[in-house]
DNA sequence: AGAAGTGATGTCAGAAGCTGTCATAACTTC
DNA sequence: GAAGTTATGACAGCTTCTGACATCACTTCT
């Protein structure tokens, strides 16, 4: 419970996401943002590492959670479950914030050099995950692969439900995404 | 056959990985790598556009060849295969560049934005691929998929190649990367 | 109540990345 | 050899980001 703190950082995030949407993400500068949450600039990079960070620093709490999930995971289970299990829980978890993901996906998709942070961010979860998985006690290479193809498959499952109006969950479509990929895959092999 | 063109580029590139390699990435200024190639950062930053660009221009022509191999590829074959000859075909065209590729990689690693670079450029030719993949007649959401895992796969087995020594080439990795990826998912049903 | 301490913020200075503009020199072409 | 093209240099200026130090608000201890 600190004094002022936590409430200009969230004036911050806030004044970014509104000036990002109206102005565009390279219009806007940290001058902007700050002078529009009520603070310096240099306020701004205490707060967040860099102007990208912004949009992406809340994800941060994230990654404890799935790998919580891997942790406390009771019984003899295969990697793919445990994969699986993380894929649902983070789908769950970020599922209230739809509209406001929705809003910043479209900031993103703005620009390449935001996408490959989003993916940067996405690629060291999936690093932690597959060593998550290995300390667990499964193959290597096995957990990389798992890892590897269950966030991209999240990923396109969420861009799906981010666009989609049918109301079907992000939980939902992550829970028949590996499936779907079994499908793909008996029809590659169809020569 | 320009005049003095691509012999200033091909300098600044050469300039750039022999810095990044000795003083670390952000260590190294462009002005370094300029007059490490007697030119000026000016001229630095009308051949790339940005510092990170100088260590990725050369991905830029592996593109069309991939499109090319969708775009030629004769008979009626699934979009599974199709995506199977286009990573091969990748890995084929880029396995005599292991040694430079592998210098570059451990750079790229060093940095997370420059992770996020090479991510964002391969997001690039997910989508062109899965595009191209509809434009042959195939369907939208496996197309996506079948690219999206694609290019997953094949980024961690191209990470594997290089840090392994068993001589295994890239191109028999990522043949056998689909099995791969249907055994941990039987696997993964298998409560 | 007053002193001392802590943490958030401001101010200032400066490096580095990046862009626009104009000049110039090298080289080609007619 | 005149005209046109092109790579490059030379500034000048903006934005992002960092380090150093001052200051102000609020807390805690006495």
Redesign the interface.
């Known amino acids: 419970m600190p004094r002022w703190p936590e409430d200009s950082r969230r004036r911050l995030v806030d004044a970014a996401l509104v000036l990002f949407d109206k102005d565009g993400y390279t219009a806007t500068t940290v001058d902007d943002i700050a002078a529009r949450a009520g603070v310096t600039a240099r306020t701004f990079f205490r707060y967040f590492p860099d102007k990208d960070e912004v949009l992406f620093a809340d994800d941060d709490e994230l990654l404890p959670l799935m790998l919580d999930t891997i942790a406390t995971s009771t019984g003899p289970?295969?990697?793919?479950?445990l994969?699986?299990q993380v894929l649902v829980g983070l789908a769950q978890t970020i599922e209230p914030a739809r509209v406001s993901l929705r809003r910043r996906q479209q900031i993103i998709d703005s620009e390449?050099?935001l996408?490959?942070?989003?993916?940067?961010k996405q690629?060291?979860w999936q690093k932690e995950i597959a060593a998550a998985l290995v300390s667990r006690g499964f193959e290597a290479?096995?957990s990389?692969?798992?890892s590897?193809?269950g966030?991209?498959?999240f990923?396109?499952q969420m861009l799906?439900w981010l666009e989609a109006e049918d109301g079907v969950s992000l939980a939902d479509r992550v829970k028949r995404?590996?499936?779907?990929?079994?499908t793909?895959?008996d029809?590659?092999?169809?020569?």
Chains 1, 2 share one sequence.
């Open positions: 289970v295969s990697a793919g479950v994969m699986d390449l050099s996408t490959g942070r989003e993916l940067a690629a060291r290479t096995a990389a692969v798992l590897s193809i966030f991209a498959l990923r396109s799906e995404a590996l499936p779907k990929v079994r793909v895959l029809e590659s092999t169809n020569r």
